[in-house]
């Protein structure tokens, strides 16, 4: 797929009003002729991954994380982080799993930059370019620090960055230079 936008976010536009969506930032794990996949980076709920470990196998693991939620689309547990090789990669950088051994690996390891969630966002063949389409979202790029940063300000850290692309498209060199230091 020539267009896939696998490895960046949908940004809500300001104007999307479904509850499930408003003010998020979906990371697109998967996007090809089939449809797309992805989680909401900034939905922190109240359910704690070692809470749900030691419940499940009898034992507190070694990092303390909130259970994201990762779209309205029910799902396992699933992990978004750097380490390569553990699970399949999204990008260069950034890897997805659900696999329970590798789930187990990344809930031990304290250095690893990991979020966890539970649900996804899934769209059909087709589904999500026309979402693109209609205006509902902004596709942008990610770094690792706002990746797995605070998920408080990635959104509107994101519609500020879109808004200053647009400003550069319309007016080359916007941004730039900071016209009030002469």
């Known amino acids: 797929m020539s267009n896939s936008i696998q490895g960046q976010v949908l940004i809500a536009a300001p104007m999307l009003s479904d509850p499930n969506f408003f003010r998020a930032i979906v990371y697109i794990a998967k996007h090809d002729g089939e449809g797309a996949f992805g989680v909401i980076l900034n939905r922190p709920s109240n359910t704690r991954l070692e809470d749900v470990i030691e419940q499940a196998r009898g034992r507190r693991p070694e990092r303390e994380d909130a259970i994201y939620i990762g779209g309205p689309v029910e799902g396992p547990l699933i992990a978004l982080h750097d380490q390569v090789n553990l699970g399949e990669p999204c990008t260069d950088e ?65 519609v500020k960055w879109q808004g200053r692309e647009v400003l550069r498209a319309l007016v080359p060199g916007a941004g730039l230079v900071d016209p009030q230091v002469n």
């Open 94 to 158: 950034i890897w997805l799993t659900s696999d329970d051994d590798h789930l187990m690996i990344l809930c031990d390891r304290t250095d690893a930059e990991a979020r966890f969630f539970s649900g996804y966002s899934g769209w059909g063949a087709g589904q999500l370019e026309a979402e693109l389409e209609a205006g509902g979202w902004m596709v942008g790029p990610l770094t690792m620090e706002q990746l797995f940063g605070d998920p408080n300000e990635v959104w509107e850290e994101a």
